[in-house]
C-alpha cells in the first residue's frame, strides 16, 4: 500500500515539478533520511517506473517506464540498459527505446528461451515496480538522409519503430520504406501503428516466414525477401539508405542479398540484439608485430607489436591511445562500428562494418574510417 502510494507520489512530482527541479531539490537535500524514505528521488542512480505494460504479441510485451530526474534526452533509435539481479547475480540486457511522450518511453521485450533477463521481466515486473537503467546510448539513429529503408525482423523492428515514431511526426518527412518480417500473423509486433501508418503514407511491405493457411488466404502479407523478389517487393532499394536490425542469421541473409544485387554497402547501417564471440587468428595465420592499421576518421596510424598479437580492434586502439568509442564491448550496440575500407578483418562484420569490439586485424594494411 505504502509503495503504491509513494509511486503515484513520485510520478505526480515528475510530472508537475520537472526533473530539472527535482534534480535541484534532491542533490542540495540528499540525507540517509532522504534515500531511506523514498530512494527513487534522493538517489545517486538513474531508476525508471513501471507505468504499464501491454502484451504485444505472444510472447514479447511491452513496458511503459517513466524514469527520474537523472535521466539524459535520447535520440530514437538508441537503447538502454536494463539492470537487474536475478537469483543474487547482477545481469543486463539491452533494449531499443521509443521517442519519450508525456515523460515516459516504451521498451518492448521479447521472451527468449534461456534468458536470464527476458523470461524476469515477463514473470516478474509488475507495474508500479521500480528498474535500474541505463543513460540512453548507441548510434543506429536517423541520420538525415532524403530515403530511407528500414529492413527489420522480429524484435529487430524495435529500433526501427522508434525512429519512424519520430519520423512520422515530422511536418516534412523524408521519403521512407519498410521491409519487417515476422514468423505469423500473431507475431506481428506494433501492428495497430503499422497499419495507421500505412494508411497515413508509409510504404510498408510486411512477410511472414512461417505462415498459416489463414495467413495465406488473407493475401496481406508478402513472400520474405530474397535475391529473386526485391527487385519486386522494394523496387529503388538501391536508391536508398538502408537501417538493418534482426536476428543474426536474418541479417546475414539480408546482406548476402544486397551484395549480390550490387547494393552500396557504405549505405548501411545495422545493429545487432546477440553478443558476438569470434576466436582472433593464430600466429601462424596472421603475425601482429607485421600490420599497420590506419584510423582514418582521426587520421591516427598504430604499428603494431607482437603485445597486440590476439588482441581485438578495440583493445589495440585502447592499448595504443586511439580515442575510439566504446559501448557494451559484446558485438552488439554498434557504437564502436567503424567502417572497413581497406585491408581484412575477421570476426564481427556486417557488409563493410566492423564491430571493434569483438574484430581482429587480418591484414598488413588496414584502414578503417567512420
Known sequence: MLDAL????NRWALKHIGRDWLDYVASNTMTDFNRRWNDFIWTYDLQAIV???KDEAPGVKTLTLMPNQ????????????????????????????SPMEDDCFTITVKRVSGGKVSNWVHDQVKPGMVLSIGQPQGHFCYRQQSKILFISAGAGITPAYSML?????????P????????AAAQDVIFKDTL?????????????LSRPTSEDKA??????????????TLIPDFRERDIYLCGPQG????????????????????????????????TPEDFKAAQAEIYFRHLDRRVQLTEEDQGLSLMQIAERHQVPVETGCRQGMCGTCKLTLREGDVVGNMLGNAVYLCTAFPASNKLVLDA
Open 51 to 53: 507505468v504499464g505494460i
Open 250 to 281: 536474418f541479417m546475414d541473409k539480408v546482406v548476402n542479398i544486397l551484395k549480390e544485387k550490387g547494393y552500396d554497402l557504405g549505405k548501411l547501417d545495422s545493429e545487432r540484439f546477440v553478443a558476438h564471440e569470434i576466436k582472433p587468428l
Open 175 to 182: 521519403d521512407m520504406a519498410m521491409y519487417v518480417q515476422f
Open 195 to 207: 497499419q495507421r501508418w500505412r494508411s497515413e503514407g508509409l510504404a510498408l511491405t510486411t512477410a
Open 218 to 231: 488473407s493475401g496481406k502479407f508478402a513472400a520474405t525477401l530474397d535475391v529473386s523478389n526485391i527487385d
Open 165 to 173: 515514431k519520430a519520423l512520422m511526426a515530422y511536418h516534412i518527412r
Open 6 to 9: 509513494l509511486s503515484r507520489l
Open 70 to 97: 537523472l535521466w539524459k534526452s535520447a535520440e530514437p533509435g538508441q537503447y538502454i540498459a536494463l539492470n537487474a539481479s536475478i537469483n543474487g547475480e547482477a545481469v543486463s540486457r539491452y533494449y531499443s527505446l
